[in-house]
């Protein structure tokens, strides 16, 4: 059974860099059929797709944070990364990593809350 | 980017009953469109792929359906446990956009 599951600091300060990671067991991070992604959701709020990375490193952003994120893959871990700099209270949310295949999400990991607050 | 936008915004309904959400596409994007369910303080969980294809799992009361720029999900008949928001996302093109949320209240 493939299990996601992020780590990372719960809070971090205004115009600092929020850093997560996805952790991946039961399957591996380099098969060629899936991107994996990162979501997050502002409390109350609606979904909102951050961007997607392919095990050989090709990224694809939303436009709205292109300038401010970098997502990156370890495939000797296992894992993939999420940074997000210059950090305000709008990007106060649960971020949720994900493995996308096709046209859908079909794993996801249960949510880290990240407040932006001094 | 594409827009997707979702109706009702909330609906509420009766164990039984046959409810319907609608997801528009602000251009075509054949059937790469699928919908999730989140419960609350849980991730969304995918309920059906490819506009129509339903994930391992799912209960077939569930049903999607549309192409293009038209897109509906049906359950039917209602059970108490899809009391839930649900959502929509079109992976044509990046970026993945999401509707905005149905909220299927009990009635």
């Known amino acids: 059974q493939l299990l996601l599951q992020e780590s990372g600091p719960g809070l971090v300060k205004p115009s600092e860099t929020l850093s997560l990671t996805c952790t991946v067991s039961?399957?591996?991070?380099?098969?060629?059929?899936?991107?994996w992604g990162w979501i997050r959701q502002p409390p109350g709020k609606g979904l909102e797709w951050i961007g997607n990375?392919?095990?050989?490193?090709?990224?694809y952003y939303n436009p709205s944070l292109k300038s401010r994120v970098t997502i990156s893959v370890d495939t000797s871990k296992n894992q993939f990364s999420l940074k997000l700099s210059s950090v305000t209270a709008a990007d106060t949310a649960v971020y949720y990593c994900?493995?996308?295949?096709?046209?859908?999400?079909?794993?996801w990991g249960q949510g880290t809350l990240v407040t932006v607050s001094s | 980017d594409i827009q997707m936008t979702q109706s009702p915004s909330s609906v509420s309904a009766s164990v039984g009953d046959r409810v319907t959400i609608t997801c528009r596409a602000s251009?075509?994007?054949?059937?790469?469109l699928a919908w999730y369910q989140q419960k609350p303080g849980k991730a969304p969980k995918l309920l059906v792929f490819?506009?129509?294809s339903l994930q391992s799992g799912v209960p077939s009361r569930f049903s999607g359906s549309g192409s293009g720029t038209d897109f509906t999900l049906t359950i039917s008949p209602l059970q108490p446990e899809d009391f839930a928001t649900y959502y929509c996302?079109?992976?044509?093109?990046?970026?993945?956009?999401f509707g905005q949320g149905t909220k299927v209240e009990i009635k």
């Open positions: 994900a493995r996308h295949y096709g046209s859908g999400s079909d794993s």
């Open positions: 039961g399957g591996s991070i380099s098969s060629s059929s899936y991107h």
């Open positions: 990375i392919f095990y050989r490193g090709n990224t």
């Open positions: 251009q075509d994007i054949s059937r790469w």
């Open positions: 490819g506009s129509s």
């Open positions: 996302q079109q992976a044509n093109s990046f970026p993945h956009t």
